[in-house]
């Protein structure tokens, strides 16, 4: 064990506790202005997209993401709005 900074503590990405999926962490950290690629590799819904964990998470909070799908067919941009 080791004691941390302020600055290293906020360098670390760290998820809620239970059963959540890397994207959503990688969201929640996200800071406004950022941008997201998620690759096609890396999404295993069969049926949805990435839009709609972001939808899932602006629902009840002030988060806002703008998700669009990149044209060549390699994923999905996802950009923190607010």
Do not use: H, N
């Amino acid at each position: 064990m080791k004691m941390l900074t302020k600055e290293e503590a906020k360098s670390i990405i760290t998820k809620p506790v239970g059963r959540v999926s890397r994207l959503r962490t990688l969201l929640l950290a996200m800071k406004p202005g950022e941008f997201l690629l998620v690759e096609r590799a890396d999404w295993k819904w069969k049926k949805k997209t990435p839009s709609v964990m972001c939808r899932r998470l602006e629902d009840g909070s002030s988060l806002k993401y703008d998700c669009k799908r990149a044209l060549d067919g390699s994923g999905w941009v996802i950009e923190r709005l607010k």
